[in-house]
């Protein structure tokens, strides 16, 4: 048994309390759903996509347009003009990062869609996977409390930190999928991730050639979300 790590009946009971938390926490959003939406500006996409990710997503040691997000940006500009993609992913970003800023970022941006794509700083530091659990169902609820429909991305650790860690983070994400019923991306490098040659310098992040297969493989799992499907 690793640290921070409990039998499923466990960490279920834990997602239950947090979610029970969790009501009191969206209490101000509540209340401001209450109030008239203002209607978007002429020419402004009726329906929003919010990505909160890391820096993987946010476009690290490249132009901002380059990013996968970025891309896909562009791409829905022509398959789906009715939606806007905003991109609130910030490098070095944690889950508990996430987990703080969600209420604000869904308040702000009202979105209809919101990718999910943390955890892997978590996984880096060797964070306790009960706290990353607690804090990607935090942010899946604030996203369904919004009636937002869910895209959660998952990430894999390397096998230095342990064959019970990176087990156990991976399962964080199919539980998660699993308990509150959202679509699952298991690993958001998977078509790169034997690729030396599709990492900058740094062994950790993608270069920009390499953004177009990221979007291939997370589009088949977004676009029926932006479609309407749950």
């Known amino acids: 048994m690793i640290a921070g790590y409990s039998p499923r009946r466990g960490w279920l009971q834990g997602a239950t309390a947090a979610l029970l938390v969790l009501v009191c926490a969206l209490g101000a959003v509540t209340q401001a759903q209450a109030q008239p939406t203002p209607q978007s500006p002429p020419g402004e996409a009726p329906h929003t996509l919010l990505v909160m990710g890391d820096s993987l997503s946010a476009g690290y040691g490249m132009a901002a347009t380059e990013g996968w997000v970025s891309l896909l940006a562009g791409e829905l500009a022509g398959s789906h003009p009715d939606w806007r993609v905003v991109n609130a992913s910030i490098s070095g970003e944690t889950s508990a990062g996430g987990a703080a800023r969600i209420i604000g970022e869904a308040w702000r941006h009202q979105p209809d869609a919101v990718v999910i794509a943390l955890g892997a700083n978590d996984g880096l530091r ?4 009960a706290e990353m659990r607690r804090n990607l169902a935090r942010m899946i609820g604030v996203a369904r409390h919004v009636d937002a429909r869910v895209l959660l991305v998952g990430m894999r650790m390397p096998p230095n930190l342990g064959p019970d860690y990176t087990r156990g983070f991976e399962q964080v994400y199919r539980d998660l999928a699993d308990l509150f019923d959202v679509t699952l991306v298991p690993f958001l490098l998977e078509p790169i991730a034997l690729d030396p040659d599709a990492y900058q310098q740094d062994n950790l992040h993608p270069t920009e050639a390499a953004q177009p297969r990221i979007l291939d493989h997370i589009t088949p ?6 479609d309407g499907q749950p």
């Open 221 to 226: 799992s977004l676009l029926p979300l932006l």
């Open 126 to 129: 060797g964070l306790p996977l």
